[in-house]
């Protein structure tokens, strides 16, 4: 098979999706093994296509990555238009699997597109009216066009057949990977002080506020929180409180040393998709404390504390718990993270398209 792989989000500072986009294409690649070819497809800005780049070094695969003006308009502009088919610019291909910035037309072969979750639908007040419009046009069009919806957890399958209404035949579950340099041996970055890390984009919901409140709540001065995550959208949490390490956006490379560096994980997340730090940390052998919505089960397996995320107290405990219990704790969640590979989220991605020819 010839299969395009939209891109668009590693045109950006790489987050939980990006992450996901370009494991994704490392895992099809080695899937792959060579019998298929994976080319990785974006309309980008000049500084789009630079991130684009960087983003994919070192992966096997091509890149299709024309630069134009106004690249968020034009992807806009194609996905609602409806014109011209892909094929004008990618030639012939069996698989067009696109992400939530774009659905280009095409005129054949089999029409994918990924879901990472349902916050726009559900909770529409957690994210930004523009999040909200290009998500929601996307949903609509992939409901009614796509033959493969992926997902990234049985959770969200289910939300896409509930709200969606997208047959079940149609979704396929490729759970996240974990990266190779996530490891519980290498370097540990130390902040002066021990830390309690969280790991999220400043937004309401990451629920950060409650975390600060438990942390404040905790008898153990020492114990700092480290916040790291870019500022988000919407009322940002308090970070200039006492203990409180705010260290902004930290490139995806530098995450294992703090992950290894810290005393306990902490990832109250009032939803998710799946929770792929919660991995991350895991793979690094952090003892983690995670919120109890079912949205994490799949991410936590029966390897982390689980706490209600709106009671401070709880976080408190859990925190408590974690660091009491820390080596059973490492010993599951490196034996839960073990089973998290992008070979097998690539033979999942394979494995639907075939399905679908």
Known sequence: MRIVVDVSPLSHQRTGVGNYVRGSLVGLAEASAGEHAVVAFAPASSRGRREIDSALAGVLVERKLPVVPAAHA???????????????????FDVLH?????????R??????????????????????????????????????????????????DDVDEL????????????????EGFTAD???????????????????????????????????????????????????????????????????????????????FVYPSRFEGFGMPVLEAMACGVPCVVSSHPSLDEACGDAAVRVDPLDPDAIAGGIERALAEREELVRRGLDHAASFTWAANGRAHLAAWEAAR
Request: hydrophobic share 40%; charged share 20%.
């Open 74 to 92: 034009l992807r806009t502009l194609w996905s609602r238009a409806g014109m011209p088919a892909a094929e004008r610019v990618l030639g012939r």
């Open 98 to 106: 696109f992400s939530d910035w774009m659905y280009p037309p095409q």
């Open 108 to 157: 054949a072969g089999v029409r994918s597109t990924m879901v990472h979750d349902l916050v726009p639908v559900r909770f529409p007040e957690w994210v930004h009216p523009r999040t909200r419009r290009m998500h929601g046009a996307k949903y609509r069009h992939a409901a009614r066009t796509c033959d493969v919806v992926i997902v990234n957890s049985r959770f969200t399958g």
């Open 164 to 179: 969606l209404g997208v047959p079940r035949a149609r979704i396929h579950v490729a759970y996240p990977g974990v990266d």
């Open 186 to 264: 290498g370097d540990r970055v130390d902040l002066g002080r021990p830390y309690a890390l969280t790991v999220a984009t400043l937004e309401p919901r990451k629920n950060l506020a409650t975390l600060l409140e438990a942390h404040r709540r905790l008898a153990r001065p020492e114990l700092a929180l480290a916040v790291a995550g870019a500022a988000g959208w919407g009322a940002q949490p308090a970070l200039d409180a006492p203990g409180v390490l705010r260290l902004g956006y930290t490139p995806h490379e530098e995450l294992p040393g703090l992950y290894r560096g810290a005393g306990v």
